[in-house]
């Protein structure tokens, strides 16, 4: 079966840009997506289709798909992105979510 | 403006079968698949499988022989049954709707743009 694998964690300053990664085999052959996950609440999508961002999600939120890697970007990253973060991507019949990342904003 | 409402027992016993069922409200219904996800305590997400206004299913591999969505389109609802359940299937139920689009060479894209408030389901002796 097809997998999605994210770093457990990402640390980042105020201010600063963070990078999520979610690896998976040819992943680049594949569109990715990215939810947004606080605690207690439902996920919200904030990348779709690799790069593109739904009606009212920040312009710091961007992604990006190549080779056997999605990448979520978070520039200017605020103490309210602090969050679990997580990919997902369709194979074989089949809805795929990585393990997800939590983001921690310093 | 696009809802999700879903509802459903939320404390079984083990062997018991979870039932769950999903409202939408607003937007097109047979535009879109819907999905269930679940959310055990503290961890990741979980895809339990999808239907379309057809009725047509796929679902999770891992879960598939336990499994059954289906659809009301006279209501705009769907619904979850997963049948012999244990502790290991406590968890926040989701149900989302679901962007298809079916590119070449039978491959898709989708992605989840609404979901449900969440039901957490708890299955306890």
């Known amino acids: 079966s097809y997998e999605l694998t994210q770093p457990p964690s990402v640390s980042v300053s105020p201010g600063q840009t963070a990078s999520i990664t979610c690896s998976g085999d040819k992943l680049g052959d594949k569109y990715a997506c990215w939810y947004q996950q606080k605690p207690g609440q439902s996920p919200v999508l904030v990348i779709y289709?690799?790069?593109k961002r739904p009606s009212g999600i920040p312009e710091r939120f961007s992604g990006s798909n190549s080779g056997n890697t999605a990448t979520l970007t978070v520039s200017g990253t605020q103490a309210v992105d602090e969050a679990d973060y997580y990919c997902q991507a369709w194979d074989t019949s089949t809805v795929v979510f990585g393990g997800g990342t939590k983001l921690t904003v310093l | 403006q696009v809802q999700l409402q879903q509802w459903g027992a939320g404390l079984l016993k083990p062997s018991e079968t979870l039932s769950l069922t999903c409202a939408v409200y607003?937007?097109?219904?047979?535009?879109?698949?819907w999905s269930w996800i679940r959310q055990p305590p503290g961890k990741g997400l979980e895809w339990i499988g999808e239907i379309n206004h057809s009725g047509s299913t796929n679902y999770n591999p891992s879960l598939k022989s336990r499994v059954m969505i289906s659809v009301d389109t006279s209501k705009n609802q769907f619904s979850l049954k997963l049948s012999s359940v244990t502790a290991a299937d406590t968890a926040v139920y989701y149900c989302a709707r679901e962007v298809v689009f079916i590119l070449a060479a039978g491959t898709r894209e989708d992605y989840f743009d609404y979901w449900g408030q969440g039901t957490l389901v708890t299955v306890s002796s």
């Open positions: 289709q690799d790069s």
């Open positions: 607003g937007g097109s219904f047979s535009d879109y698949y």
